[in-house]
């Protein structure tokens, strides 16, 4: 498919953000989920971009989930925005080393990892809604981007924010969660709730019969 021109970005960016609030999510199926989307070069303008990252951020409360990428709203710009007040307890914190991230924008990010350490944990997308599966991602990464003003991003992240840049960045090249997932794990979200839900997924490993990389 050609790539939209800018105009054409603009008129759908617009028609989005004057209509109601939070944004739609896009469901699995939509190719807009499947294909890469383009970088983001200042085709919005400061003042509609803020309002767009206004907007995904409420829609991200809404859902609710700790990011959001642009092409979850129909947009196929490389942007996503994240936030994660981290309220677990402070078993899961441990073994997930989930802890709270504030409230951030990143255009155009990549990822490489730091090291071969992986993580397995249950994760959930808001576009496939009502699943969860297990995901082997990076411990730690680099991530490289932009924020809103177009500062150079150049950071490390481990643990829990590092599977949520994963995880965000992903969509932004096409890929859902489901493609890495091992899907022996694949579980609704009312049994991974009620039966998976310690903090780490050993016992959905034994009884689902699938491996957990080696710590």
Known sequence: MQAMTRT?????VD??????????????????????????EGQLGDARLARLVRVMRETMHAAPG?????????IPLRLTV??????????????RGRVPQPFRVLLNPSYEPIGAGRAAFFEGCL??????????????VRLRGQDERGRELDEEFSGWPA??????????????YLDLAEMRSLSSTEHAVARWSGPTPALAAAE???PLPAS
């Open 8 to 12: 054409e970005l603009t008129d759908l």
């Open 15 to 40: 028609s989005l953000l004057d209509g109601p609030s939070p944004l739609p999510i896009v469901r699995a199926g939509d190719p807009v989920l499947r294909r890469p989307a383009v970088p983001y």
């Open 66 to 74: 700790v990011g959001l990428a642009a092409p979850q709203v129909g």
């Open 82 to 95: 994240v936030e994660d007040s981290a309220e677990v307890s402070d078993e899961v914190r441990a073994a």
């Open 127 to 140: 576009s496939v809604p009502g699943w969860q599966a297990v995901v082997a991602r990076h411990a730690r």
């Open 163 to 176: 599977r949520i840049v994963q995880h965000e960045t992903d969509h932004l090249g096409g890929t859902l």
């Open 208 to 210: 689902l019969g699938f």
